[in-house]
């Protein structure tokens, strides 16, 4: 029985959590903590199981991986359901070996800087956690209210009158692109009568002539809201300066929430307009490729012109959206499965570099000792108020971390820069593979994104070196001393990193089977419906795993 419930307990942990930490009084935020990392820790572990099921089949129903979990025991397409498949999957891995490091770096100093800090972050674990499993449109919609409104509070702990301003920024453009997810919604919903995905993508191709146009104007205004999301340009003025003004937990964070709309994007395009959309099949497709490989270049101009490693972090991470929306685009377009199980390992590194940059920012800014000492220089710029300095403990492994801070530094460089033997040499290289191999593709489009993969390592090799010679040769400061509880996260994602490129082949395998299954659209659109209730079981299924 628990295992057929494993499914919803990636939702139900952070909720559960975040709430029973409201009722503890702020003060205990030693307590908050060790709660907090003990349920993300659970949620990394259950993850893992989940991605292992989805490799070998879903315990629930065994559609090439994929698994169903009807809420409230409600036959689809009328109740709510989660879906478990491998894109799924690995997004909740990646999202729990994010937030773990970033748990512990906000307990060097940013937890105390705002009240109930742990319990918006496991509100955003749970928002992120469920859009990832949903497959209903108007869930996916509360999923990305519930994260958002997690957000909203997180980028705002600390106060300051920048991160205020950018903090305003951020809700106003969020709160416009939520109206246009609903009226998207309303569309659809008015045409098909559904919003279970794999539903629609049964629909989808019978829909009459007279229908269609009022179904794409609807998909497109549900795109334009993803597209903000994600941070594609013009959309993305907002994004690098509510993300250099973030704390740095919280930014690393933002590193994976750009990829939630990504993901939607990904996921609603390839089961809608697929091979299996009929007159909608490739719809949008070369508006991705062209917003795409425009948002690669604002994102590598953005790098050179940065002079602030916060700045050049929160443009890193519109090139790596814009490589992902771009290859989505030749995807829908007919580019095959190898281009995408490219971009999905891409993806993967790169948003635990960007992470790990995000956390580099205040210890290499740092001119002394002690994190207090970094409060204080920072004073002014985040509006923490002096009485809060006090509370900053003293105690704990104080490391001299020049050297750590260089080596985790040049491994975020080379992997964001595509050199290899990291990911995004290898992620790179299989995106270029693809394209040059796919004799389907527009020569031209294929071969300018082509140049712009290569143009932003260079660019993003030049501008972060950089950053590097000023902070590392250059200065001739003391040597800063850093907390354990600062540096140890950032090798931790350095580790992780290491990894994914050692278990590279492993790693390419499987998002490898999951660009296929994105492309086989029949396991997800069907089985949903072949799924039985609870209730409909034979007595004995019932309390199996």
Same mark, same amino acid.
């Given at each position: 029985?628990?295992?057929?419930?494993?499914?919803? $307990?990636?939702?139900?942990?952070?909720?559960?959590?975040?709430?029973?930490?409201?009722?503890?009084?702020?003060?205990?935020?030693?307590?908050?903590?060790?709660?907090?990392?003990?349920?993300?820790?659970?949620?990394?572990?259950?993850?893992?199981?989940?991605?292992?099921?989805?490799?070998?089949?879903?315990?629930?129903?065994?559609?090439?991986?994929?698994?169903?979990?009807?809420?409230?025991?409600?036959?689809?397409?009328?109740?709510?359901?989660?879906?478990?498949?491998?894109?799924?999957?690995?997004?909740?891995?990646?999202?729990?070996?994010?937030?773990?490091?970033?748990?512990?770096?906000?307990?060097?100093?940013?937890?105390?800087?705002?009240?109930?800090?742990?319990?918006?972050?496991?509100?955003?674990?749970?928002?992120?956690?469920?859009?990832?499993?949903?497959?209903?449109?108007?869930?996916?919609?509360?999923?990305?209210?519930?994260?958002?409104?997690?957000? !909203?509070?997180?980028?705002?702990?600390?106060?300051?009158?920048?991160?205020?301003?950018?903090?305003?920024?951020?809700?106003?453009?969020?709160?416009? $692109?939520?109206?246009?997810?609903?009226?998207?919604?309303?569309?659809? !919903?008015?045409?098909?009568?559904?919003?279970?995905?794999?539903?629609?993508?049964?629909?989808?191709?019978?829909?009459?002539?007279?229908?269609?146009?009022?179904?794409?104007?609807?998909?497109?205004?549900?795109?334009?809201?993803?597209?903000?999301?994600?941070?594609?340009?013009?959309?993305?003025?907002?994004?690098?300066?509510? !993300?250099?003004?973030?704390?740095?937990?919280?930014?690393?964070?933002?590193?994976?929430?750009?990829?939630?709309?990504?993901?939607?994007?990904?996921?609603?395009?390839?089961?809608?307009?697929?091979?299996?959309?009929?007159?909608?099949?490739?719809?949008?497709?070369?508006?991705?490729?062209?917003?795409?490989?425009?948002?690669?270049?604002?994102?590598?101009?953005?790098?050179?012109?940065?002079?602030?490693?916060?700045?050049?972090?929160?443009?890193?991470?519109?090139?790596?959206?814009?490589?992902?929306?771009?290859?989505?685009?030749?995807?829908?377009?007919?580019?095959?499965?190898?281009?995408?199980?490219?971009?999905?390992? !891409? #993806?993967?590194?790169?948003?635990?570099?960007?992470?790990?940059?995000?956390?580099?920012?205040?210890?290499?800014?740092?001119?002394?000792?002690?994190?207090?000492?970094?409060?204080?220089?920072?004073?002014?710029?985040?509006?923490?108020?002096?009485?809060?300095?006090?509370?900053?403990?003293?105690?704990?492994?104080?490391?001299?971390?020049?050297?750590?801070?260089?080596?985790?530094?040049?491994?975020?460089?080379?992997?964001?820069?595509?050199?290899?033997?990291?990911?995004?040499?290898?992620?790179?290289?299989?995106?270029?593979?693809?394209?040059?191999?796919?004799?389907?593709?527009?020569?031209?489009?294929?071969?300018?994104?082509?140049?712009?993969?290569?143009?932003?390592?260079?660019?993003?090799?030049?501008?972060?070196?950089?950053?590097?010679?000023?902070?590392?040769?250059?200065?001739?400061?003391?040597?800063?001393?850093? #907390?354990?509880?600062?540096?140890?996260?950032?090798?931790?994602?350095?580790?992780?990193?290491? #990894?994914?490129?050692?278990?590279?082949?492993?790693?390419?395998?499987?998002?490898?089977?999951?660009?296929?299954?994105?492309?086989?659209?029949?396991?997800?659109?069907?089985?949903?419906?072949?799924?039985?209730?609870?209730?409909?079981?034979?007595?004995?299924?019932?309390?199996?795993?």
């Amino acid at each position: 029985m628990i295992g057929e419930h494993l499914i919803i $307990a990636p939702i139900l942990i952070p909720f559960v959590t975040g709430a029973l930490m409201l009722l503890y009084d702020d003060r205990r935020r030693e307590a908050k903590f060790w709660l907090s990392v003990i349920a993300t820790a659970a949620q990394l572990l259950i993850a893992v199981e989940l991605v292992i099921r989805a490799k070998a089949g879903g315990d629930i129903s065994d559609a090439k991986g994929i698994s169903f979990y009807l809420l409230g025991d409600w036959a689809a397409p009328y109740g709510i359901v989660l879906v478990l498949d491998r894109l799924a999957a690995m997004m909740l891995v990646l999202t729990a070996l994010l937030a773990i490091p970033s748990l512990v770096y906000a307990h060097a100093a940013w937890d105390r800087q705002g009240p109930h800090y742990y319990s918006m972050f496991q509100f955003l674990l749970m928002g992120l956690n469920g859009a990832f499993l949903t497959g209903d449109v108007f869930n996916l919609f509360v999923f990305f209210e519930i994260l958002l409104a997690a957000s !909203y509070g997180l980028l705002l702990h600390g106060s300051g009158q920048l991160r205020v301003r950018a903090g305003m920024h951020y809700i106003a453009i969020n709160l416009a $692109a939520s109206l246009l997810f609903l009226i998207g919604v309303s569309l659809i !919903y008015g045409v098909t009568g559904t919003l279970n995905m794999g539903h629609l993508a049964n629909l989808v191709a019978t829909v009459p002539v007279e229908d269609r146009p009022l179904l794409h104007a609807g998909v497109a205004v549900l795109a334009v809201a993803f597209l903000v999301k994600a941070g594609s340009w013009p959309l993305s003025f907002w994004l690098p300066t509510a !993300y250099m003004a973030a704390a740095a937990p919280v930014g690393a964070m933002f590193a994976i929430m750009t990829k939630v709309g990504v993901y939607a994007i990904l996921r609603l395009s390839m089961l809608l307009f697929g091979e299996t959309g009929g007159a909608s099949a490739g719809f949008g497709a070369s508006v991705l490729i062209l917003l795409g490989m425009a948002t690669v270049l604002f994102g590598l101009l953005g790098v050179l012109s940065s002079q602030g490693l916060g700045r050049m972090a929160a443009h890193s991470v519109l090139v790596s959206s814009g490589t992902v929306l771009g290859i989505t685009g030749f995807a829908l377009a007919g580019g095959g499965p190898a281009m995408l199980s490219g971009a999905l390992y !891409y #993806l993967i590194g790169s948003v635990l570099a960007t992470g790990a940059l995000f956390l580099l920012i205040e210890p290499m800014d740092r001119e002394d000792g002690g994190i207090a000492a970094m409060l204080a220089l920072t004073a002014d710029a985040y509006g923490i108020d002096d009485a809060d300095l006090d509370e900053v403990p003293d105690e704990g492994l104080a490391i001299p971390a020049m050297t750590v801070l260089g080596i985790c530094f040049a491994l975020c460089v080379l992997m964001l820069a595509g050199l290899p033997p990291l990911p995004g040499f290898i992620g790179k290289l299989a995106m270029v593979q693809a394209l040059i191999a796919q004799a389907a593709l527009p020569a031209g489009l294929a071969w300018t994104f082509i140049a712009l993969l290569i143009l932003s390592g260079f660019a993003t090799l030049i501008g972060m070196a950089r950053i590097g010679i000023q902070t590392f040769w250059a200065s001739d400061i003391a040597l800063p001393r850093v #907390l354990a509880l600062e540096i140890a996260p950032v090798i931790a994602l350095m580790v992780v990193l290491a #990894l994914t490129s050692f278990k590279a082949e492993a790693m390419l395998r499987y998002t490898a089977g999951t660009a296929q299954a994105l492309h086989d659209t029949a396991a997800y659109s069907y089985g949903v419906f072949a799924t039985p209730r609870a209730a409909d079981r034979p007595e004995g299924q019932k309390d199996q795993p």
